[in-house]
């Protein structure tokens, strides 16, 4: 049964971490945060290999090692090592569909022919199709909504209609 709850803390973390992910992006990296964020939305050129973008990785890795921390030294707080391991698996996982995959910053992966991976890379360019704080849509990665599942002219097609 201690299995079955550990798992279910490593689900519960990188599930909640989509959420949480979106949260962060939408009113943190599109509002305080902005400047942070900003380069991300910008073309890149000449400007190097990191981003200033790129220290959100220690945003969220911070509290993931925390929880490692915690969990590893304090036996009455066990569950914290498996809510890091979620959260790390959800880093993992926003670190290959989102730098990997998406922008190509590693050139790993080809395009995969999928509805589900081509409703996430339309979701993602209709979000940077904005170069500023406001107005943008789809801040989530895994989740996507529906209408990304259609093609450009499908989805012209429906608003036409």
């Not at 599109?30 to 790129?54: A, I, M, R, V």
Request: charged content about 20%.
């Amino acid at each position: 049964m201690t299995w079955l709850f550990y798992l279910g803390c490593v689900l519960a973390a990188f599930i909640g971490m989509e959420f949480m992910a979106w949260f962060t992006h939408k009113y943190l990296m599109h509002g305080p945060l902005w400047s942070w964020h900003e380069d991300h939305h910008k073309p890149h050129e000449n400007d190097g290999f990191f981003e200033k973008n790129d220290r959100f990785f220690l945003v969220f890795a911070i509290p993931s090692a925390a929880c490692y921390m915690l969990g590893s030294f304090y036996p009455e707080l066990r569950f914290l090592l498996y809510i890091g391991i979620g959260i790390s698996l959800y880093g993992l996982t926003y670190f290959l569909i989102h730098d990997v995959y998406i922008h190509q910053r590693f050139k790993w992966f080809r395009q995969l022919e999928s509805p589900y991976s081509k409703a996430i890379l339309r979701a993602h360019g209709a979000h940077h199709a904005v170069q500023t704080k406001e107005d943008c849509e789809s801040f989530g990665l895994l989740i996507v909504a529906k209408k990304y599942f259609k093609s450009r002219s499908q989805r012209r097609k429906a608003q036409t209609s």
